[in-house]
């Protein structure tokens, strides 16, 4: 190994020119992998990420829903009898909507728009706060902000918010005061604010028809069951205690999200080609210096380098080579990073990166593969022209 070693070595130094080119492939390559599964991430986080931190295992929806939460729509009476279900420790409803926060003149936007969700204050589907506190009453004109909404405007705790709402074909402005802040909530590509059930059936955006409603419509039910071990049992008990209801696990509305699933399948096809065409970037390259390389090879045959310390020393070549152009692309990735707004969906989840990277780094061996297998199979004479 220590021959393989020094050969590998000592051909990549005295061709540095020519191996830092292919490393720079590598590089560019590595970066638009990591930058592709961090924007799988983001989008993913973005669209999920409320829903993935549920304080709760089941979730309640109309029958025939299709398990979307736009699409169910849940009366007061349903809440009521989810509660009394037997193996329920608690059920809080969700509902949700789109609004948008006014943003003081000489912003850079005129409004923010914001996903706006309304809870019942440490029921399930409250977000745990990082700052301030919750409601006073359900009927408060109180708000609980994501940290995106602080991250993108000027908002502390404290300050007064205008909604935008539009109220059949009137735009209505409604005031809310900012006590307590979350993170980590996003909803639908959006931050997300939190108000009580009524006061979001009094500000939400209304059709005609919806106009003069008083009691607010809800979407999903979130259940906490108290035996996390009895999840299935409760879910039986849920279909045949409450009539036109159906219900899923948290993962189940997750993938239900509209357009989550391909989003993610589409970003994931994109990965993968990408690290197609590495495997032949590498391929080719390393094929090409084989063939170039073929009369040397043929010498250290003939002089009595055995097929393992060739084959071995093409391969750690291969992998220094790749090392080399993975570590640019991930220092690269880590600068370009700094520079992107936080309006831009990416989010560098540590094993998501990881794994990207453990495939980066296996792309160089297999691309270099159909190399080594000729590397070892030439013959001396043959190489030398003496046959």
């Known amino acids: 190994m220590g021959l393989a070693f020094y050969l590998a070595f000592k051909e990549v130094w005295r061709n540095k020119g020519r191996f830092l080119l292919v490393s720079l492939v590598i590089a560019l390559i590595t970066l638009l992998v990591l930058f592709i599964a961090a924007l799988g991430e983001g989008l993913g986080t973005n669209n999920r990420e409320y829903i993935s931190k549920l304080d709760g295992q089941l979730v309640v929806f109309l029958e025939k829903s299709d398990y979307i939460i736009t699409a169910s729509r849940l009366r007061q009476s349903t809440l009521r009898a989810v509660r009394r279900v037997e193996g329920v420790d608690d059920a809080g409803p969700v509902s949700t909507s789109n609004t948008a926060i006014l943003l003081p003149p000489g912003s850079k936007n005129e409004v923010l728009k914001v996903s706006l969700l309304g809870v019942e204050a440490g029921r399930p589907g409250f977000p745990q706060l990082t700052a301030g506190r919750t409601f006073l009453s359900s009927t408060a004109r109180e708000v609980i902000v994501d940290q995106r909404v602080l991250d993108r405007t000027d908002i502390q705790i404290g300050d007064t918010i ?86 899923a696990d948290i993962q189940t509305t997750i993938n239900n999200i509209p357009g989550y699933t391909a989003q993610q399948g589409t970003v994931q096809t994109q990965g993968g080609f990408t690290l197609l065409i590495g495997i032949l970037v590498i391929g080719g390259f390393f094929q090409i210096q084989v063939l170039q390389k073929v009369p040397q090879i043929g010498v250290l045959k003939a002089i009595g380098a055995s097929n393992p310390v060739v084959g071995a020393a093409a391969v750690i070549q291969i992998s220094l080579v790749t090392a080399f152009g993975v570590a640019i692309g991930g220092v690269l990735t880590w600068l370009f990073s700094l520079g992107f707004p936080p309006t831009v969906p990416l989010f560098f989840n540590g094993t998501a990166s990881a794994l990207a990277l453990a495939a980066l780094l296996a792309i160089g061996p297999l ?14 004479l043959k190489a030398l022209r003496l046959s």
């Open 367 to 380: 691309g270099g593969l159909v190399s080594v297998i000729y590397a070892v199979r030439i013959e001396p």
């Open 162 to 247: 205008t909604i935008r709402s539009t109220q059949g074909v009137e735009d209505n402005f409604y005031d809310l005061k900012v006590v307590g802040t979350t993170s980590g909530q996003a909803y639908f590509f959006q931050p997300s604010i939190f108000v009580t059930p009524a006061v979001w059936e009094k500000i939400r955006p209304k059709s005609d028809a919806e106009l003069g409603n008083t009691v607010p419509a809800i979407n999903i039910i979130v259940v906490r069951v108290k035996d996390p071990a009895q999840i299935e049992q409760v879910r039986n008990n849920l279909l045949e205690s409450v009539k036109n209801i159906e219900v």
